[in-house]
């Protein structure tokens, strides 16, 4: 596609429920970062691939938090048993060339809104 | 570690004004800086980076970073503002696999 795609851009759930944040790279782009975004703070690194296999996982708060990316193109985070805490916007993030990290443009999405009641 | 620090959440200026939006850096290693904008229900935008190239680094709609090692700056102006500028802007220090963001500036243009 033109750009890096999220869905859902809203996603309103219960304490304690499992939910799924789907990101679709731009085409080509091997490196993919997800961030979360709290209100009135900058994005905070979560987790970045190279492929399929998360390079650098270091940002994931908890073992709550987990992400795949199968075929390397299309990423999903999954949070289990939801907190009131999680309730954030979800960013993705891709570039072409992971071997020039970090300088390499990191091309964002339009973010997911996770509001946990 | 590396981290950036973004003096004043809010900035006012009228149309037309110079806009200066400050970011000081902390880094170990030679730091790799950007600015991001981010529009209202938009994702980030990269306006320009300093990748140890010129220390002066032109970006995307008239703005303009200095890298200033002596002050670990790296300062975002525009010498006149637009109506358009309006958004939420975020200094960025890259480091390994990560990024590290300032907390952001919210810049209103007063017409």
């Known amino acids: 596609g033109a750009g890096v795609s999220q869905t859902p851009s809203n996603k309103v759930t219960e304490k304690g429920k499992y939910v799924e944040l789907r990101c679709d790279p731009i085409?080509?782009?091997?490196?993919l970062y997800w961030y979360r975004q709290s209100l009135g703070q900058g994005p905070e690194f979560l987790i970045y691939?190279?492929?399929?296999?998360?390079?650098?996982d270091s940002g994931l708060p908890n073992d709550r938090f987990f992400a795949v990316r199968p075929e390397g193109s299309v990423s999903t985070l999954k949070i289990q048993r939801t907190e009131r805490g999680d309730s954030a916007v979800y960013l993705c993030?891709?570039?072409?060339?992971?071997?020039?990290?970090?300088?390499?443009?990191?091309?964002f999405g339009p973010g997911t809104r996770l509001t946990v009641l | 570690a590396q981290s950036v620090t973004q003096l004043g959440s809010h900035v006012s200026v009228s149309e037309g004004a110079l806009v200066l939006l400050r970011c000081n850096y902390s880094?170990?290693?030679?730091?790799?800086l950007f600015w991001y904008v981010q529009y209202p229900n938009q994702g980030l935008q990269l306006l320009l980076k300093?990748?140890?190239?010129?220390?002066l680094v032109k970006g995307i709609n008239g703005f303009e970073a200095e890298f200033k090692k002596s002050e670990t700056s790296f300062h975002l102006t525009k010498p006149s503002a637009h109506m358009s500028d309006a958004a939420e802007y975020f200094c960025?220090?890259?480091?390994?696999?990560?990024?590290?963001f300032g907390t952001g500036t919210s810049l209103t243009v007063i017409p």
């Open positions: 691939f190279q492929g399929t296999g998360a390079a650098d």
């Open positions: 960025a220090v890259g480091g390994g696999n990560q990024f590290y």
């Open positions: 085409s080509g782009h091997t490196a």
């Open positions: 300093y990748t140890s190239a010129a220390t």
């Open positions: 993030a891709s570039s072409l060339n992971p071997r020039l990290v970090p300088t390499d443009t990191q091309y």
């Open positions: 880094s170990s290693v030679p730091p790799y």
